[in-house]
């Protein structure tokens, strides 16, 4: 008895130990992150620590549509515990053609990395680069380095105040949803909707969860009743990038470029930025044509 009653003890205890750890793990203190920053970040599916700097300081037009900040100019950057104990940063930073170099120097004499530079949209004014960024260490030294690096560009670096989401007026986001297959959210008076991939993605030896920028982004702006311009990306594996161009092609959805986000990514993904200007529903029909081209099809309508 006094054997069972020790063994029980001990039992109970490890369970407790293992119960205290794995709470510890899924909680990380991100307070000196958010400090160099300069604002708080926002928790994310897979313990990722996310922070957006939206680009409401430049007036982009594609035509005679002035871009929203949420449909395609939002910076961001996003934090992760890697497995060694250290953190996995990752990010996309929008920056005009003056901004690019001076920004690049400044992360990389703080040991972040670029794993891509290049066009999302085409034919925007003023041109607009993206700078995908990439590293691994201390938190809080990393996000210091990418505040330093913002400090010297004209993105607005203080948080805005709080407020409701500004709703995608004029479209009819409910039918979007349920032809799409995937539930959105408004935000900044656009309409986004993000599709995981049934994959597990990994850069080198780590787990890249949806939240850290590899889910198909699909953004709709409304312009005039009923109407709307889409942009986003569409996250494929190299079997899937030729089926989805011809689909968005037959379907009058542009692809405005094709490249990669990341450098050491397992399976190796694509990513395709694409520009639509119709009707909402016809664009939701060509964006689901697409995603059913892909392992990414819905079976339902899923959040």
Excluded: C
């Excluded at 708080?40 to 409401?56: D, I, L, M, N």
């Excluded at 703080?110 to 938190?139: C, F, R, W």
């Excluded at 991939?197 to 787990?207: V, W």
């Excluded at 060509?286 to 892909?294: I, K, M």
């Amino acid at each position: 008895m006094w054997r069972r009653f020790r063994l029980g003890v001990f039992v109970t205890g490890w369970l407790m130990f293992l119960t205290v750890d794995v709470h510890a793990q899924a909680a990380p203190d991100w307070s000196a992150t958010d400090r160099a920053l300069g604002r708080a970040g926002t928790e994310q599916q897979g313990g990722v620590h996310k922070f957006s700097f939206p680009r409401s300081d430049l007036s982009v037009t594609v035509g005679d549509v002035t871009l929203k900040p949420a449909l395609a100019l939002g910076s961001w950057v996003a934090f992760r515990k890697a497995a060694n104990g250290q953190t996995m940063a990752m990010g996309d930073l929008v920056l005009t053609a003056d901004e690019v170099a001076p920004v690049m120097a400044k992360l990389q004499q703080g040991g972040v990395e670029q794993s891509a530079l290049h066009n999302h949209l085409i034919g925007e004014t003023p041109p607009v680069m993206y700078m995908h960024i990439m590293a691994k260490g201390d938190a809080a030294k990393i996000a210091q380095t990418i505040h330093d690096a913002l400090a010297g560009t004209r993105t607005p670096m203080e948080a805005p105040p709080a407020a409701p989401p500004v709703a995608a007026a004029g479209i009819d986001t409910g039918a979007i949803a349920a032809v799409m297959g995937y539930f959105g959210k408004s935000n900044g008076g656009v309409y986004q909707i993000s599709v995981p991939r049934p994959e597990a993605l990994k850069e080198g030896p780590d787990d890249v969860p949806p939240s850290m920028g590899v889910a198909t982004a699909i953004n709709f702006q409304p312009t005039t009743p009923g109407r709307a311009v889409t942009t986003g990306d569409f996250v494929l594996l190299p079997s899937e990038v030729n089926a989805v161009i011809r689909v968005l092609k037959a379907n009058g959805v542009s692809v405005t470029a094709l490249h990669s986000h990341l450098m050491m990514d397992q399976p190796h993904v694509l990513f395709m930025h694409f520009w639509g200007n119709d009707t909402a529903a016809k664009l939701a029909t060509a964006l689901r044509a697409a995603l059913d081209v892909t392992a990414m099809t819905p079976r339902r309508v899923t959040k």
